[in-house]
């Protein structure tokens, strides 16, 4: 049972346009969202994280939309590099429980020159 | 500061063999939580150790065992391998526990099982 689901596994987006990644939950025990973002050949590197007492979260080009009755969240990207073009993977974890950081299947960004 | 580091990188086994991963975290993290990640499959979690006690396992068969020591490095074994292990196996360490805070991680340690 996948509790944390990235339902796009690609997106193709034009250079300068806006990107938006989307991740949906099931556990409502989830309190902590994060976006780390994969290069090939490399480690997942954190990205921006929201806790559930907000509902949004900024950071530079970065912005992170939490809508918790909706269990939905979005990271939008704005404008869009080629550098960009990475493997983007949905997080979530219940910091009350003794729970493990749950990730999603992942979206591949490509950014279009 | 150091990040933290896998090794081996790279490694080719065979059937039947079993293989030792190693993981050093950053300086003065106590978790180590390591992930397998396979094409289509994201990132699976295969257990965490804090302060060298395993403290979360995911749903993996007994074949795949880890540990802890005391300077918090971390090593996992997959024994008996079978072809669908090929994987990259990720190691991640953070402060506290990993439901806490963010995790860093390593390159992953690639496995291919012929």
């Known amino acids: 049972d996948q509790q944390v689901k990235q339902n796009s596994p690609s997106l193709s987006v034009q250079e300068g346009r806006i990107s938006i990644l989307n991740c949906d939950y099931t556990?409502?025990?989830?309190?902590?969202f994060l976006w780390y973002k994969k290069y090939p050949a490399e480690g997942p590197t954190f990205l921006i994280s929201?806790?559930?007492?907000?509902d949004k979260n900024e950071d530079g080009r970065f912005t992170v939309f939490l809508n918790k009755s909706a269990k939905h969240l979005s990271l939008h990207i704005v404008p869009s590099q080629p550098g960009d073009s990475a493997v983007y993977f949905c997080?979530?974890?219940?910091?009350?429980?003794?729970?493990?950081?749950?990730f999603g299947k992942g979206t591949r960004l490509s950014v279009i020159a | 500061k150091a990040g933290v580091t896998q090794t081996p990188r790279y490694l080719i086994k065979t059937r039947g063999q079993q293989v030792t991963l190693s993981c050093s975290p950053i300086?003065?993290?106590?978790?180590v939580s390591w992930y397998q990640q396979t094409p289509g499959q994201g990132l699976q979690f295969l257990f965490e150790?804090?302060?060298?006690?395993?403290?979360n396992k995911g749903n993996f068969p007994g074949r795949f065992s880890g540990r802890q020591f005391s300077n918090s490095r971390s090593e996992m074994n997959v024994s008996t391998l079978e072809l669908g292990d090929s994987a990259l196996y990720l190691c991640?360490?953070?402060?506290?526990?990993?439901?806490?805070?963010?995790?860093?991680f390593g390159e992953g340690s690639r496995l291919t099982v012929l």
């Open positions: 991640a360490s953070s402060l506290g526990t990993m439901n806490t805070g963010e995790l860093f």
């Open positions: 150790y804090f302060s060298e006690t395993q403290r």
């Open positions: 997080a979530a974890s219940a910091k009350r429980g003794n729970t493990p950081l749950v």
């Open positions: 556990n409502s025990m989830f309190d902590y």
């Open positions: 929201i806790s559930s007492i907000k």
């Open positions: 300086s003065g993290h106590r978790s």
